[in-house]
């Protein structure tokens, strides 16, 4: 019911989500997607990017309790809460988290590693940065640094590592995301950047937990069946309710899409895996391709002179983001954690500092940032796919007579979609106006509205049945087993009095 709430809150409040930073529908990115993800994995699949340096032991540079969800089992209570000691060890959330194959290199020095990926490539200029921030600007959103130098940094295999769900949550992973979302308090004079950039901020975050969520939905271990597989009520709790969470996960792909368009034509000047070159640049010629460039209007985020301050304070918060990750103490979560972050912090590198001078911020580029870029660009590129999947299941499960529309995660997207076609219409009639677009309250958001006030509170009461339902099987089993149960004790009573008169 608290869902409920809260949706029908998002539904009714007229703050200013939605604006006309993207031109693009749902059904428009639905669409680029199914194009460019067979070509997306191909390039996550190759050398070059299935690995990603990250240090396992590094402390968390925050808060002081360091320890660990690995050695603190309260940490996974919220998730598996019963039974606890009696799951198998391949179950329990340390093992479930823990990184699998890490690369032999690993117990190599770190100048072997590098030199490993170096290998691939004609010029070392990636891992060198000849820009160092310490000569010029600094232009980065995550520590590029702290990521390529850091001596205790391994490389780990990313395909042999899929995000799943890991077990990893209660206290220390809330206060991980409570930490990540109040990094977004900007402080400036101007009002509108601020409130701008506040807004992207949130929605990329909330989009990269959506995201998360997602994963770990369709990479499910059910611990009665022993089985990984989709997990609908988790993907609908967590993600599929939420009007707003789906509409970030289009967001984020929106603006990772549009970095990897912009920053595609100078790959060539790269050069950076000779024997991979060719195949891999027309890969990724083939997914900018289908990239529209209207997809993510960056320059209405940061477009004048007054807003750099916000920028400035853009770009430090996030960076805090990526270190906040070493607090993470599931490795498996801070490593797809780290991915992402470093991905999203590259796409706004690409997105917001490209064009005042291109070639210092491709120069500037670190291996691990593109490896991240284009990872991240996967993990969303398979969110979108997976809501579609989720969807599907959805109404087969809880929605047969519904036509796909009216589902609920139908519904939601076709809202969405008919929120930016307003926004494109109140665009075409004024040109000037790059404000904030709220949706218009037509009897066609209304009887949405209504459907979906039903349709939640229709799969909430019978949730509630079910869980009454299992709640009375459990007091009457009970009732059942008492004499035996009685039976029991008394034995168990005979038993100690026997012990201590034998002893
Ligand atoms: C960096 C990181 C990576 C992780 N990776 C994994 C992983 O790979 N596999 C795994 O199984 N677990 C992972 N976790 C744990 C997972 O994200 C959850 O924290 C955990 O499953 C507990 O979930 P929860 O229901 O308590 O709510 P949480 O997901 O911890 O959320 C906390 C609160 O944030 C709000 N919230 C939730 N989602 C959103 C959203 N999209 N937008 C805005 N607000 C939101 C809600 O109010 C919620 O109560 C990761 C955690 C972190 C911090």
């Known amino acids: 019911l608290l869902i409920e709430d809260d949706y029908i809150y998002y539904m009714n409040k007229s703050l200013p989500y939605h604006s006309s930073i993207s031109n ?9 997607n199914c194009k460019v993800r067979p ?58 988290g823990k990184i699998d194959d890490l690369n032999s290199l690993e117990k ?5 590693q590098d030199e490993f990926l170096n290998e691939l490539c004609n010029r070392k200029f990636l891992s060198n940065n000849p820009y160092s921030p310490l000569n010029c600007r600094d232009i980065d959103y995550c520590d590029v640094d702290y990521i390529t130098n850091h001596p205790d940094a391994v490389l780990v295999d990313l395909t042999a590592n899929p995000e799943r769900f890991t077990g990893y ?45 997602t994963h770990l939905s369709n990479d499910y271990l059910d611990v009665e069946s022993g089985k990984w597989g989709p997990n609908l009520d988790l993907f609908m709790f967590r993600v599929g309710n939420w009007t707003e969470r789906l509409e970030n996960i289009y967001f984020n792909y929106a603006i990772v899409a549009k970095s990897i368009k912009k920053i595609s034509p100078y790959l060539k000047n790269l050069e950076f895996c000779s024997q991979y070159d060719q195949k891999t ?54 490593l797809w954690g780290k991915v992402q972050s470093t991905g999203y912090a590259t796409s706004l590198k690409i997105l917001l500092e490209m064009d005042n001078d291109p070639m210092f911020v491709v120069n500037s580029l670190t291996k691990y940032e593109l490896i991240a870029l284009l990872n991240t660009f996967d993990r969303i590129s398979k969110s979108v796919q997976l809501i579609n999947d989720f969807e599907v299941m959805y109404n087969e499960k809880y929605n047969k007579e519904y036509k796909s529309k009216n589902s609920l995660v139908g519904k939601v997207l076709s809202k969405l979609a008919h929120i930016t076609k307003v926004s494109e219409q109140k665009e075409s009639d004024d040109n000037t106006q790059v404000d904030y677009i709220v949706p218009k309250d037509d009897g066609y958001d209304s009887n949405i509205k209504l459907n979906d006030i039903k349709t939640t509170f ?26 035996k149960n009685i039976y029991r004790l008394f034995i168990i009573k005979v038993n100690e009095i026997y012990n201590k008169f034998i002893y």
């Not at 083939?286 to 940061?302: A, K, Q, R, V, Y």
């Not at 799969?459 to 004499?483: G, H, Q, R, T």
Request: glycine fraction near 6%; charge should be negative; include cysteine.
């Open 108 to 112: 190599q020095p770190i100048d072997v």
């Open 281 to 334: 640049l027309d890969l990724l010629g083939d997914i900018s391709g289908n990239i529209d460039t209207t997809l993510f209007d960056e320059n209405l985020i940061f477009d004048t002179e007054l807003s750099s301050e916000v920028k400035d304070q853009f770009r430090i918060k996030f960076k805090n983001v990526t270190k906040i990750m070493d607090c993470v103490h599931c490795d498996r979560c801070r």
């Open 169 to 213: 949550g209660g206290e220390q992973s809330g206060l991980i995301w409570k930490s990540i979302y109040s990094e977004n308090c900007f402080q400036t004079d101007d009002k509108n950047a601020t409130g701008l950039a506040q807004e992207v901020f949130y929605k990329l975050i909330s989009g990269m937990h959506a995201s998360i969520g």
């Open 458 to 483: 229709t799969n909430s009461w019978n949730n509630e049945v079910i869980e009454v339902k299992k709640a009375l099987m459990f007091i009457l089993k009970s009732y059942i087993d008492f004499p």
């Open 24 to 32: 693009a529908t749902i059904t428009d990115i639905n669409n680029i």
């Open 39 to 96: 070509k997306l994995l191909s390039i996550v699949n190759s050398d070059f990017f299935k690995f990603f340096k990250l240090n396992l032991f590094s402390e968390c540079p925050f808060w002081d309790d360091n320890n660990g969800f690995c050695t603190n089992r309260a940490c996974a209570v919220d998730i598996i809460e019963d039974g606890y000691d009696s799951l198998p060890d391949y179950w329990k959330p340390e093992v479930l």
